[in-house]
């Protein structure tokens, strides 16, 4: 990331909407705002393989049930706004095929997806291809639901609307197999 041109653009920007960006408060913010980048957009450089190579240490198993990680926290970046994705909960689920990943590397999939500038539906489909790479499974499920600031703090400001997606693959084309995804995420 070429945080020393961010830096400039954050300076121009700042003069673009009014402001002085040469006063006291603003003085080292396109400096802040280059570092937050940094980290907000990680996600970025990587290919849903290369996170898949990051974080998919995997473990052999002799079983084939059903794997879920619920209640991830996580935040994004909407593509059409730049603006943020706040109160988001990803479950993911997965039917292993001979090899489990880390429970903990889930999480850490997630949060990799989310530091890109995304749609909440390709946020699932990318955790799912990480996933379904790392494991070689083919079935896998990820629920998403988020609040978008570019609905709630502008625009229609719809502050209590939240959007709900499901990325399906696999098996979980089939509905009872959703259904048993949906009864162990509320378990
Ligand atoms: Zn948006």
């Given at each position: 990331m070429d945080t020393e041109k961010i830096e400039g653009l954050v300076y121009e920007l700042l003069k673009a909407i009014g402001e002085n960006p040469d006063r006291e408060g603003l003085l080292e913010t396109p400096k802040r705002v280059a570092q937050m980048m940094v980290e907000m957009y990680e996600g970025i450089q990587y290919s849903n393989a290369d996170i898949a190579d990051m974080f998919g240490k995997t473990f052999t198993v002799d079983t084939n049930q059903m794997v879920v990680v619920k209640d991830i926290s996580c935040f994004s970046y909407c593509e059409h706004h730049m603006a943020?994705?706040?109160?988001?909960?990803?479950?993911?689920?997965?039917?292993?095929?001979?090899?489990?990943?880390?429970?903990?590397?889930?999480?850490?999939?997630?949060?990799?997806?989310?530091?890109?500038?995304?749609?909440?539906?390709?946020?699932?489909?990318?955790?799912?291809?990480?996933?379904?790479?790392?494991?070689?499974?083919?079935?896998?499920?990820?629920?998403?639901?988020?609040?978008?600031?570019?609905?709630?703090?502008?625009?229609?400001?719809?502050?209590?609307?939240?959007?709900?997606?499901?990325?399906?693959?696999?098996?979980?084309?089939?509905?009872?197999?959703?259904?048993?995804?949906?009864?162990?995420?509320?378990?």
């Open positions: 943020l994705m706040y109160d988001m909960n990803i479950s993911v689920g997965y039917i292993p095929k001979g090899k489990v990943i880390g429970l903990s590397k889930i999480p850490r999939i997630a949060e990799m997806c989310c530091k890109r500038l995304q749609l909440q539906e390709k946020i699932g489909e990318d955790i799912s291809e990480v996933i379904s790479l790392a494991t070689g499974s083919e079935d896998v499920i990820v629920h998403i639901t988020s609040s978008h600031s570019c609905m709630s703090a502008r625009g229609i400001k719809s502050t209590d609307s939240k959007t709900t997606t499901l990325a399906t693959k696999g098996a979980f084309g089939d509905d009872a197999m959703i259904q048993r995804f949906m009864l162990m995420k509320q378990s």
